[in-house]
């Protein structure tokens, strides 16, 4: 897969160490365990069956998560990748618990963007245990032609207070077709840009489904 030309990357492995990997589930599964209502301006929910984790810059509640090397790694890949010169943070852990119902909307991640920032722009997503349609993997509609472009979103739930927003009913309808299954190994990483539209469905399986989540802005 070319972002280039669908906005979407498989970018291989970027932690093939057990013990990185094991560690860092544990991490997650840690914070996502230790998250309260006095966090509330680092979490937020999706709708759709039952909320889900989402711990912005998990980095503030626990520092320890960046020290093993992985987002230099994945600087270095996305870089090889991109061909220019980026920044890239550790943005996000998200985390669906098993058999757990919620799911991630369709949307774009650039309608959270400044205009400016948007070409340059992208998101790897990592996981930390192997994913696919069962465990609440990350679904995509690869771009087909034309200008990329942001779509109508409309806030989540119907709450315009709140941060998250999702496609609105007549964009699904228009947009969602062609629906591409992301399937990564534990440790592997995948790319999308702002202008892809992607979201992910229930985690059906006995075993929680946990990503981190880096962004990529242009340096
Ligand atoms: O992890 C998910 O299910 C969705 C993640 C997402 O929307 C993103 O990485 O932009």
Redesign the pocket.
């Known amino acids: 897969m070319s972002e280039r030309g669908i906005g979407v990357a498989h970018l291989g492995t970027l932690i093939d160490d057990q013990q990185e990997l094991a560690w860092l589930r544990d991490r997650v599964d840690r914070l996502v365990a230790s998250v309260s209502d006095a966090d509330q301006d680092l979490v937020r929910s999706q709708v759709g069956g039952q909320p889900l984790t989402q711990v912005l810059a998990p980095t503030r509640l626990d520092p320890e998560l960046a020290s093993t090397g992985l987002v230099e790694r994945a600087r270095d890949v996305i870089v090889g990748h991109l061909g220019r010169p980026v920044d890239v943070a550790l943005g996000?852990v998200?985390c669906?618990p098993a058999l757990h119902g919620g799911v991630?909307p369709w949307?774009q991640?650039g309608v959270y963007w400044d205009a400016a920032d948007r070409a340059g722009a992208g998101?790897i997503?990592v996981a930390l245990q192997d994913v696919d349609v069962a465990n609440?993997?990350?679904q995509f509609i690869p771009r087909r032609h034309g200008e990329p472009e942001i779509l109508e979103h409309r806030p989540l739930a119907g709450d315009p207070t709140g941060h998250g927003v999702e496609l609105t009913p007549d964009e699904v309808h228009a947009r969602v077709i062609g629906v591409v299954d992301l399937r990564l190994r534990a440790g592997e990483a995948s790319f999308?840009d702002g202008y892809v539209v992607?979201?992910?469905g229930p985690n059906t399986t006995d075993d929680a489904r946990r990503?981190l989540?880096l962004s990529v802005r242009p340096a």
């Open positions: 996000m998200l669906k991630v949307h991640d998101t997503w609440g993997g990350v999308h992607h979201g992910s990503a989540v």
